[in-house]
C-alpha cells in the first residue's frame, strides 16, 4: 500500500508543475516546468497502472517533444549561442536588440573588406540611400561639405538617410583593408515593418548612434582623410 501511495505521488507532483507553469509568466520557466511535470505524468502511467499506459506515454513524450523544440527557440532567442564570433562583437554594438531580434539583421548583413587602394566609397553626399553601414574595423574618411575628418570603427553610416528616408548628407569612404557590414535599406526597412518592435529598437539605436556623434568633437582642419588616395576621391566625388 505504501508503495502505492509513493509512486500515486508521482501525478500529484506532475500538477503541481503544471500549475505552476500557468502562475509563471516567464515562457522560459513555463516551458521547463511544463516538461518537468509532464515527465512525472510519464513516469506515472509506466509505474503506476499494472500495464503501463502506453497511449498515454506516447501522447506525453509528444507532447514533451514539442516543447523541447519551441524551448530550444526560446533559448536560442535570448542567447548568443550559434553566432560567430564577429557577429558576437557586432551584437555587443546593437544594445537596443535582444539576440532574437539580432539574429533576424544579421541574416541580412553582408561583411565586406574594402580592397581598393583608392578607396571604396560607402555613401556619396546628397544621393539617395541605398544602404546602412556599420565601420567594424578601421577607421574610414568623410566628406561633408568641404569639411573632412575621420570616423573610427564602431560607428555606424548612413543611419541619418534611413531614419529620415532622404539623401545623405556626407561621402564617406573606406580605405583599403578596413572591414565594414552592410546592410540593404530596402531589406531593413522591410524587416523593420514586419517586425514593428524590432524596427523601434533598429530606430532607437541609430538615433542614440548619431547622439554619440553629436556629442564627439571632431575637428575637420585637423583631422585629414587616411591616405592621399582617398583625399584626392574625395575632392573628385
Known sequence: MSTILDVSLLIHLGAALYIAAFLVRDELWLRVLVLAGSGFYILYYFLFPAEPLWDAIITSLILVLANLIVLAQIILERTTLRLSEEEKQLFDAFETLAPGQFRHVAKLAQWKTATDP????????????????????????????????????????????????????????????????????????????????????????????????????????????????????LADA
Open 118 to 233: 583608392d578607396g571604396t566609397v560607402m555613401t556619396r553626399e546628397a544621393e539617395p540611400s541605398r544602404a546602412l553601414f556599420y565601420v567594424f574595423k578601421g577607421v574610414i574618411s568623410v566628406d561633408k561639405s568641404g569639411r573632412q575628418f575621420r570616423l573610427p570603427e564602431g560607428n555606424f553610416v548612413g543611419e541619418i538617410a534611413y531614419v529620415l528616408g532622404r539623401e545623405t548628407t556626407a561621402t564617406t569612404v573606406a580605405p583599403e583593408g578596413v572591414r565594414y557590414v552592410e546592410w540593404s535599406a530596402d531589406a531593413l526597412r522591410k524587416l523593420s515593418k514586419k517586425k514593428p518592435n524590432l524596427g523601434n529598437a533598429i530606430t532607437a539605436l541609430l538615433t542614440r548612434d548619431l547622439a554619440k556623434k553629436l556629442s564627439t568633437s571632431y575637428r575637420p582642419n585637423s583631422a585629414m582623410p587616411a591616405n592621399s588616395e582617398t583625399e584626392k576621391l
